[in-house]
T-cell receptor, first 115, second 113 residues
Framework: EAQVTQNPRYLITVTGKKLTVTCSQNMNHEYMSWYRQDPGLGLRQIYYSMNVEVTDKGDVPEGYKVSRKEKRNFPLILESPSPNQTSLYFC??????????????FGSGTRLTVV | GESVGLHLPTLSVQEGDNSIINCAYSNSASDYFIWYKQESGKGPQFIIDIRSNMDKRQGQRVTVLLNKTVKHLSLQIAATQPGDSAVYFCAEDGSSNTGKLIFGQGTTLQVKP
């Protein structure tokens, strides 16, 4: 089944403790992206990657890092989480240069709470 | 600047009625638009898309209409069912197929039995 898999689904952590949220897709998509979703603010892009070893900042990159060493994986790293990073996070992938439909496929989400 | 917005935050309809969810976009260069559905506790799911060279596209029970003159996008759901209750987002790609989508704030559709 074509999908984007995020782990964990739920995470409660303490301020300053480094964490990684993993994202993997099995569709050979070139484009991958991380979003956070907050009430009243909608989906905001954190980082994106056009291909392996190519990453770029989205609209709200502060406090986050990403890497794209392999095509299928795009982990989101919070080196020193803070309470304002408490949010619902989504990973998404697509193939914009394949032509035709290229809407994102989203993962199921990771609900992060930083205390 | 670029933005995508929805006219109403919440839409309440009777089961069996048709629903219309609206979206306004500001980037006249956008050439690809998508509607997503997000159910509680889940990630957004692709519903239907449309390119700027079309005015209308139909799917199963859903129709997307694009009016480029007034930069307006709408999603019509026929015979709305309880399972249609969700938040609906429009999204646009104004960046010539680079892959980055800009999302609207979302409209909550509530279906009354």
């Amino acid at each position: 089944e074509a999908q984007v898999t995020q782990n964990p689904r739920y995470l409660i952590t303490v301020t300053g403790k480094k964490l990684t949220v993993t994202c993997s897709q099995n569709m050979n998509h070139e484009y991958m992206s991380w979003y956070r979703q907050d009430p009243g603010l909608g989906l905001r892009q954190i980082y994106y990657s056009m291909n392996v070893e190519v990453t770029d900042k989205g609209d709200v990159p502060e406090g986050y890092k990403v890497s794209r060493k392999e095509k299928r994986n795009f982990p989101l790293i919070l080196e020193s989480p803070s309470p304002n990073q408490t949010s619902l996070y989504f990973c998404a992938s697509s193939n914009p240069r394949a032509g035709g439909r290229y809407g994102y496929t989203f993962g199921s989400g990771t609900r992060l709470t930083v205390v | 600047g670029e933005s995508v917005g929805l006219h109403l935050p919440t839409l309440s309809v009777q089961e069996g009625d048709n629903s219309i969810i609206n979206c306004a976009y500001s980037n006249s260069a956008s050439d690809y638009f998508i509607w997503y559905k997000q159910e509680s506790g889940k990630g957004p799911q692709f519903i239907i898309d449309i390119r700027s060279n079309m005015d209308k596209r139909q799917g199963q029970r859903v129709t997307v209409l694009l009016n480029k003159t007034v930069k307006h996008l709408s999603l019509q759901i026929a015979a709305t069912q309880p399972g249609d209750s969700a938040v609906y987002f429009c999204a646009e790609d104004g960046s010539s197929n680079t892959g980055k989508l800009i999302f609207g704030q979302g409209t909550t559709l509530q279906v009354k039995p």
